[in-house]
């Protein structure tokens, strides 16, 4: 059994990034203002790799500490030490993937031991990658959902944290069951975060445990 999650006894720093829309991460923000995040947490800096994300232009509107690093065209360790510098410099305990559709260097990853967390919408291992509601749908499963891991070298792999499922439903489309996801996820990476940062649990393998408070 290892024990990777020290208590915390102070705000924890999250640092956000994001390439799109940034659901989530309202749904973090939103949480941390008057939800089961409050005083647990709070957002260091939001980062984007795309220009023109939605969710950076909330982010800005909402006055946090912003950066952007555009990814396109370059080299992926290089912009890792980017966005890893800017992590550092907001002094960030944990690193929230929120839509980062960018895979992460090695480098970035063992920087961060164990404190990166991402939110897939599929139960994995199901379903890895880009369009995991619509592979889903047409798989045929009638049951979907999301999943907050922590994240290791491979692709949607690491911990997993909660895992939320719902029923697939004969008049879903691949659309209308993607959203249905969604509703899951804003709340489900809240209560993954506040678990984290909570710094009660530990790995038995591959599992995550809960340590009861004592
Ligand atoms: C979310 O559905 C998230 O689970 C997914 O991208 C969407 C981002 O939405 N992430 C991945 O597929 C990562 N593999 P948002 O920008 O509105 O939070």
């Given at each position: 059994m290892s024990r990777p999650g020290a208590a915390q006894h102070r705000v924890a720093r999250l640092g956000i990034l994001l390439s799109g829309r940034g659901s989530n991460f309202l749904a973090i923000a939103k949480s941390i203002e008057s939800g089961s995040l409050k005083g647990l947490a709070d957002i260091a800096v939001v980062i984007a790799n795309v220009e023109d994300a939605p969710g950076l232009a909330a982010a800005r509107e909402l006055g946090l500490p912003t950066a952007l690093f555009?990814?396109?065209?370059?080299k992926r360790a290089e912009h890792d030490a980017d966005v890893a510098a800017c992590l550092s410099e907001h002094e960030v305990d944990l690193v929230i993937?929120?839509?980062?559709?960018r895979l992460l260097s090695p480098e970035f990853i063992a920087a961060f031991p164990n404190r990166i967390l991402n939110i897939h919408?599929?139960?994995?291992?199901?379903?890895?990658?880009?369009?995991a509601q619509t592979q889903a749908f047409e798989y045929g499963c009638t049951v979907a959902g999301c999943t907050v891991h922590f994240v290791d070298?491979?692709?949607?792999?690491?911990?997993?944290?909660l895992q939320r499922a719902i029923p697939v439903l004969e008049t879903d489309d691949a659309h209308s069951l993607a959203e249905r996801i969604l509703v899951e996820e804003h709340t489900a990476y809240a209560e993954a975060i506040a678990r984290v940062v909570s710094g009660q649990y530990c790995f038995e393998g591959r599992r995550y445990l809960r340590i009861a408070e004592a």
């Open positions: 555009v990814s396109k065209g370059r993937l929120a839509g980062y559709m919408p599929s139960l994995l291992p199901a379903f890895t990658g880009l369009d070298e491979h692709l949607d792999h690491g911990v997993i944290i």
